[in-house]
């Protein structure tokens, strides 16, 4: 909590972060990133905070697929309050793939390409 009493407004990246890094475990992209020497890398991120959470809750936050492209995708994001039984945020990360040793970005490996395609929200 910081000084106005709520979850300080680092926080809720940080919860977009672990919902990512479950995303990532299940394609096994840490796997491949070792092999290949490629992965994602978070190229811009936002957060629009639609009301505060306060200690003590429950959230669920949730994360789909849109816009896949050739060396990028992006991830969207919604933290829901389990007290307020609401959305309390929303947010959106554009995820780039690079190649680690020349920093430059690269095409996404076409395993997790395919894997991408089972997040991407069903309309």
Known sequence: MDAMQHIN??????YFE?????ML???EVFDL????????VVASTRCDYRAPLVYPDTITTVAW???IQEKRYA?????????QERCVAEG?????YCDFKTGKSCPIPVETLEGLKAFVAKQ
């Open 92 to 96: 959106e990360a554009l995820i780039v």
């Open 25 to 27: 475990e299940k394609l």
């Open 9 to 14: 407004n680092t926080v809720y990246f940080r």
């Open 65 to 67: 697929v849109e816009d």
């Open 18 to 22: 672990d919902v990512r890094v479950v």
């Open 75 to 83: 991830m969207k994001y919604e933290i829901y309050s389990h007290n």
């Open 33 to 40: 990133a070792k092999r290949l020497n490629v992965g994602p």
